[in-house]
């Protein structure tokens, strides 16, 4: 199900994994590294929390998966996932999920954070919860770097405090931005205020 990254763009997590990603992935090399630093970041807080091999490793799928298709183009993802109601940059969670499932993928919770890290989901467990902090907290991105750094620091010590803060933030962002917010949305925020 999964192929390892050619050449250069084979980067490697914080617990020096390399990161794989499935045959029909379809990324840039700039996604390649962001898919590995939100990778890394899961591997980091999975081992300063302790966790069990078998969670620790959703976490790790997870943020390997969350962004398989996200350079794929709109045709191919309606192909995949055909959902009219949602917009064209959303797709590439659902239409993953869809690969992963058909790929023989029967673990719910990792499905289900990889279906919907871009809008959010009331019923996610952590590893829903963890890939959406580590999305936006990852360090390569280039805005609000000592917050976010501060926050993915606190993770281990605080997780629901920094999910709700994570929360929050993507929501205020997305509201300054005038985008839309999806029902989904609305109610992970309603089960975190």
Not at 152 to 181: C, N, Y
């Amino acid at each position: 199900m999964t192929a390892s990254v050619p050449g250069p763009d084979r980067e490697r997590g914080d617990g020096g994994r390399p990161v794989l990603l499935p045959s029909w992935a379809a990324v840039s090399d700039k996604r390649r590294g962001h898919i590995a630093r939100v990778t890394g970041l899961l591997d980091r807080w999975a081992a300063e929390m302790g966790l069990p091999g078998s969670e620790a490793q959703a976490w790790h799928d997870a943020g390997r998966w969350h962004d398989a298709l996200r350079d794929a183009d709109e045709a191919t993802l309606r192909s995949v996932y055909n959902a009219p109601d949602l917009p064209a940059e959303v797709l590439h969670g659902p239409a993953a999920a869809v690969c992963l499932e058909r790929g023989g993928e029967r673990r719910a919770s990792v499905l289900d954070a990889v279906r919907w890290h871009t809008v959010g989901s009331p019923s996610w467990d952590r590893a829903g919860r963890a890939l959406f902090m580590a999305d936006f907290l990852e360090p390569g991105r280039h805005f609000m770097q000592a917050d976010r750094a501060f926050l993915a620091s606190q993770l281990p010590h605080d997780f629901d405090a920094v999910f709700r803060q994570v929360v929050r933030m993507r929501l205020e962002w997305t509201l300054r931005e005038g985008k839309g917010i999806f029902p989904q949305t609305v109610d992970l925020w309603n089960t975190v205020r």
